[in-house]
């Protein structure tokens, strides 16, 4: 329980997302599920649909698509961030560091359309 | 590309939720590793839309779906996301057809009301605005209707 206590205060000051616009503030516009088994989609799809209409050769996306696209970012966001996670404990560290996830880029296959493009 | 996939980024404050929950206790992470999290994110975000795309090219569609999304996931060799995708996909629907049900109950019962109101109507004849007349009488029960 200290840990759970330990992580909401940690989770305060990390806070720096105010020079973001207000988004940062409604994660959740779809309306919030009770079931934390159920809850759906906690990246924003308004966000997710201005990326899939940056693309010149998209005409339309349906809402089903632009949902699993959102749900696909945080498996993504979760897959790497634990892959830059085992480089990070091979070095002993307790904070993932921006050459972890350069490492576990160049490390795993999957990961190789991420190349180049983060800089 | 002439957008640049940084202008379009994700919430710093989710980005970081997902990253702790996935993490174990007492795993922190430094701000820089954070937004280029951010915009692997993003990156993905446009890649996958594209493949996706394709697919729906190739079925002669106009329209991104669902299952051009799960194509592009596998094309993407992202294949352990297919399955829960799909479960995720699955809960969406049900959620979708229950607020599309609950919605047309709420349709049905504000007709009924109409209908019983009829005689009191004298003024207005096509009165979408039902709220203000019934709010004086059932205030109670067409409190959640909000248009």
Do not use: H, W
Request: aromatic share 4%; charged share 35%.
């Amino acid at each position: 329980m200290a840990a759970a206590v330990a992580a909401a205060a940690g989770s305060g000051p990390a806070r720096e997302e105010d020079s973001s616009a207000g988004e940062a503030a409604a994660p959740q516009p779809q309306a919030p599920t009770s079931t934390p088994g159920a809850r759906l989609s906690r990246l924003p799809l308004a966000r997710v649909k201005a990326l899939v209409k940056a693309d010149p050769d998209v005409t339309l996306a349906g809402q089903e698509a632009i949902f699993i696209l959102a749900r696909a970012a945080e498996l993504f966001v979760e897959t790497i961030a634990k892959d830059a996670y085992c480089c990070a404990q091979q070095g002993k560290r307790k904070t993932l560091q921006r050459r972890d996830l350069d490492n576990a880029i160049e490390a795993v296959d999957e990961f190789a359309f991420l190349e180049g493009t983060l800089d | 590309m002439a957008e640049r996939p940084e202008d379009l980024n994700l919430p710093n404050a989710v980005i970081t939720r997902i990253i702790k929950e996935a993490l174990p206790e007492g795993v922190n992470i430094s701000k820089e590793a954070r937004s280029a999290i951010s915009r692997a994110a993003s990156v993905f975000v446009l890649y996958a839309t594209s493949c996706a795309n394709n697919f729906a090219m190739k079925g002669k569609r106009k329209t991104l779906n669902a299952s051009d999304v799960l194509s592009a996931m596998e094309e993407m060799e992202f294949q352990r996301f297919v399955t829960p995708l799909k479960e995720a996909l699955e809960a969406y629907r049900r959620e979708q057809k229950g607020k599309k049900e609950a919605s047309e109950q709420k349709k049905k019962d504000k007709d009924k009301k109409t209908d019983s109101e009829e005689q009191d109507k004298s003024r207005d004849e096509d009165n979408d605005e039902d709220e203000e007349r019934l709010e004086e009488e059932e205030q109670n029960e067409e409190e959640d209707v909000d248009n």
